[in-house]
């Protein structure tokens, strides 16, 4: 099974925090435009929190089971790698 197919099972909830506007979250604005669709496919029923405000530092929070958290930082990543950094806190618990 590919990673992506794993984030139901391996995280509880990942929140996406952007700015609409700034350079430094362009690379999470397109991995969303591109990527979002099918991750949202490949798991229907997982809460991504999308959240957009103004001038926020571009980041993940994952929370897994017993409510840890972990966060990643995606400011000035390219789509790619904001994928990377996904796919590292998803493979975090397999």
């Not at 017993?66 to 975090?92: F, H, Q, R, T």
Request: with cysteine; hydrophobic share 35%.
């Amino acid at each position: 099974m590919s990673w992506k197919g794993l984030i139901s099972k391996n995280l509880k909830e990942l929140r996406i925090h952007f700015c609409q506007k700034s350079n430094t979250s362009d690379g999470v604005r397109e991995f969303l435009k591109e990527s979002y669709p099918e991750l949202k496919r490949q798991n229907p029923h997982f809460p991504f929190l999308v959240r957009e405000a103004a001038g926020v530092e571009a980041r993940f929070f994952a929370r897994y089971d017993y409510g840890i958290e972990k966060k990643a930082v995606l400011d000035n990543l390219s789509a790619k790698d904001v994928e990377a950094e996904l796919e590292k806190l998803v493979k975090e618990t397999s």
